[in-house]
């Protein structure tokens, strides 16, 4: 039986109050992969601000599993990253940001940091970019180390916010591939937005579905058969 990571009850979001969203009731159980899912404008960016504690909810209660004995620790992925490319920073300082939040204000990060920097380079695929200025890499290399940077967060959830936008066909395919072998092999649970529906029904097993104000949750097969998709979108796919 599965059991759930975060608990989501009666969630109203939104900004100054005002509610983009409300009577949010959804789960994220332990290592499950879910698809985030929703037209523009329709909450997904306010969803994760939420999750991530960023946006406080209006109303409602988010509650995380007791027996992980801390809070949830979120790894990240944004859509882009927007390091501003004066700074000279090489792919493995980019990664190594990832254990900051482990370090006291001016304290050098240690050895264990830095080798659990380089694991997660190599876990992704990316130690060969290691030195290289992360200005300088691919979409999908930069995605890549972005992955690693959020690893070496040591996260029990990965959020990711269109991790293959802007990149190619071989490059999505191979993020995927990783993304599933993550969540597979080492149980991390993640949850991604993503609004290539034919990569999201080949990868995750969870859907939620931010559809006119309201929020679906269901199994894959279901939510993204092609009735369904009719159904909610209301098009003749």
């Not at 523009?40 to 509650?63: D, E, V």
């Not at 790894?75 to 190594?96: A, C, H, I, K, M």
């Not at 092999?185 to 993640?190: A, F, V, W």
Request: charge should be neutral.
């Amino acid at each position: 039986m599965t059991e759930a990571l975060i608990q989501i009850e009666g969630v109203a979001i939104g900004y100054d109050g005002h509610a983009v969203l409300s009577g949010i009731d959804a789960k994220l159980d332990r290592g499950s992969f879910t698809g985030l899912l929703g037209t523009n404008g329709s909450g997904k960016s306010t969803l994760i601000k939420t999750l991530l504690g960023i946006l406080p909810p209006i109303a409602g209660r988010i509650t995380t599993n007791p027996l992980l004995g801390h809070p949830v620790v979120f790894g990240y992925v944004p859509q882009r990253e927007t390091l501003d490319p004066v700074y000279l920073l090489s792919s493995f300082e980019v990664v190594l940001m990832g254990a900051c939040g482990r370090t006291r204000p001016g304290r050098l990060l240690g050895r264990g940091e830095r080798d659990l920097a380089h694991r997660c380079l190599c876990e992704v695929g990316a130690e060969e970019v290691a030195s290289r200025r992360y200005s300088q890499l691919s979409g999908g290399q930069k995605q890549r180390v972005l992955i690693a940077r959020a690893l070496t967060t040591r996260p029990d959830l990965l959020v990711l916010d269109e991790p293959t936008a802007g990149v190619d066909a071989a490059a999505t395919q191979s993020i995927l591939e990783l993304l599933v072998r993550l969540n597979r092999e080492q149980g991390l649970t993640i949850l991604m937005v993503n609004h290539d529906l034919p990569a999201v029904r080949r990868t995750v097993r969870e859907v939620l579905w931010l559809h006119q104000g309201t929020v679906l949750q269901g199994p894959v097969d279901q939510l993204l058969s092609r009735e369904r998709v009719e159904e909610l979108m209301e098009l003749g796919l």
